[in-house]
């Protein structure tokens, strides 16, 4: 599966949105927090920058998008066809990785600040080895900054990925070193566990991954993390929110199910609300679950663009089970 940055740049070239503002230059503050953002406080300063944070949608622009919806699911993808979407998921992501392997990917040196707890759980004596499993580590954009920003600290890194090309691109990249990482392909909806051992990853990441899975298989993917992560590990989480503009640009015979779709490459997206990711991690304890607004703003040519994701934090109980297992 993409990373981040590759999921945000797919949506671009696809459907003509901009490279996030926040992926070009070096952040500092998180996207979600309440400090050191930028505020609209008047329409007329709209076309003053380039972007505004924590923007807030009113009634009339979430009836344009139920609208909008509402066209989208008149002219679903038909039942025959869909399967080819859903069987063949691991290949549209090869052919994603064959054709993409040198473009867009721009690696996540703002990790320490929008997970910070990353950092601030690394053991203090080399001797204890930190690990962490990286589900859809793409072209390694998570993997290499963070061995980079902890090369200090005893971590390894599961890095796991549904297309092999992409596992490839890591193995084969100049920093790949198989005694700090492993990289390996892995469909997190496998009813078989990740050869990792149980109850062994301090951290797991899942950013811009499961929007890409099915719906159904949504449990399976909670349960697979919830056996490899400690008791007391934690989940960082981070995806397409509700009424993105990449879910309100799609057109008629894009969309496979409710809020959920195949791009123009045959890759799959959801859009996810704060109460599905709730319901999703409800076996653990919720530190966080954002949403990240965003008013993208094209002041040349006087368009307004708004973009939602979602931010959240989980932790497996010391003495907790999961309930769906």
Same mark, same amino acid.
């Given at each position: 599966? /993409?990373?981040?940055? #590759?999921?945000?740049?797919?949506d671009?070239?696809?459907?003509?949105?901009?490279?996030?503002s926040?992926e070009?230059?070096?952040?500092v503050?998180? %996207?979600?927090?309440?400090? =050191?953002?930028?505020?609209l406080? %008047?329409?007329?300063?709209? &076309?003053? !920058?380039?972007?505004?944070?924590?923007?807030?949608?009113?009634?009339?622009?979430?009836?344009d998008?139920?609208?909008?919806?509402?066209?989208?699911s008149?002219?679903?993808?038909?039942?025959?066809?869909?399967?080819? &979407?859903h069987?063949?998921?691991?290949?549209?992501?090869?052919?994603?990785?064959?054709?993409?392997?040198?473009? !867009? !990917?721009?690696?996540?040196?703002?990790?320490?600040?929008?997970?910070?707890?990353?950092?601030e759980?690394?053991?203090?004596?080399?001797?204890?080895? $930190?690990?962490?499993?990286?589900?859809?580590?793409?072209?390694?954009? #998570?993997?290499?900054?963070?061995?980079?920003?902890?090369?200090?600290?005893?971590? +390894?890194?599961?890095?796991? @990925?549904?297309?092999?090309v992409?596992?490839?691109?890591?193995?084969?990249?100049?920093d790949?070193?198989?005694?700090?990482?492993?990289?390996?392909?892995?469909?997190?909806?496998?009813? #078989?566990?990740?050869?990792?051992?149980p109850?062994s990853?301090?951290?797991?990441?899942?950013?811009?991954?499961?929007?890409?899975l099915?719906?159904?298989?949504?449990?399976i993917?909670?349960?697979?993390?919830?056996?490899? *992560?400690?008791?007391? =590990? *934690?989940?960082?989480?981070?995806?397409?929110?509700?009424?993105? *503009?990449?879910?309100?640009?799609?057109k008629?015979?894009? /969309?496979? @199910?409710?809020? +959920?779709?195949i791009?123009?490459?045959?890759?799959?997206?959801? $859009?996810f609300? #704060?109460?599905?990711?709730?319901?999703? $991690?409800?076996? +653990?304890?919720?530190?966080?679950?954002?949403?990240?607004?965003?008013?993208?703003?094209?002041r %040349?040519?006087?368009?307004? /663009?708004?973009?939602?994701?979602?931010?959240?934090?989980?932790?497996?109980?010391? @003495?907790?089970?999961?309930?769906?297992?």
């Amino acid at each position: 599966m /993409m990373d981040a940055t #590759t999921q945000a740049a797919n949506d671009a070239s696809q459907q003509g949105l901009g490279r996030r503002s926040e992926e070009s230059k070096k952040k500092v503050v998180s %996207s979600v927090s309440d400090f =050191g953002t930028r505020y609209l406080t %008047s329409d007329e300063d709209v &076309y003053d !920058f380039n972007a505004w944070d924590n923007v807030e949608w009113g009634e009339e622009q979430e009836q344009d998008a139920l609208e909008l919806i509402k066209k989208q699911s008149a002219a679903k993808v038909p039942d025959a066809e869909q399967s080819k &979407y859903h069987e063949g998921a691991a290949n549209f992501w090869d052919q994603f990785y064959e054709k993409n392997t040198n473009r !867009f !990917f721009k690696d996540r040196h703002w990790l320490r600040v929008e997970f910070p707890e990353i950092f601030e759980r690394l053991p203090k004596h080399n001797e204890d080895r $930190f690990n962490v499993f990286e589900i859809g580590c793409g072209a390694g954009n #998570t993997v290499f900054p963070l061995l980079q920003e902890a090369a200090e600290s005893n971590v +390894f890194v599961f890095a796991a @990925d549904y297309s092999k090309v992409a596992v490839d691109v890591v193995k084969t990249h100049p920093d790949y070193n198989t005694g700090k990482c492993k990289a390996f392909v892995y469909d997190i909806t496998s009813p #078989t566990p990740p050869d990792i051992p149980p109850a062994s990853v301090d951290v797991c990441i899942c950013i811009f991954v499961l929007s890409a899975l099915q719906p159904s298989t949504w449990r399976i993917a909670v349960r697979n993390i919830w056996n490899v *992560l400690k008791p007391g =590990g *934690l989940l960082l989480f981070r995806d397409y929110g509700r009424y993105d *503009l990449a879910q309100l640009r799609f057109k008629g015979g894009r /969309m496979l @199910d409710d809020n +959920f779709y195949i791009r123009g490459d045959g890759t799959r997206v959801y $859009f996810f609300t #704060t109460e599905e990711v709730a319901a999703m $991690f409800k076996d +653990f304890e919720m530190l966080q679950n954002a949403v990240d607004r965003r008013l993208i703003v094209n002041r %040349s040519r006087k368009l307004k /663009m708004y973009r939602c994701w979602l931010q959240g934090k989980f932790v497996k109980p010391i @003495d907790g089970r999961l309930t769906d297992a």
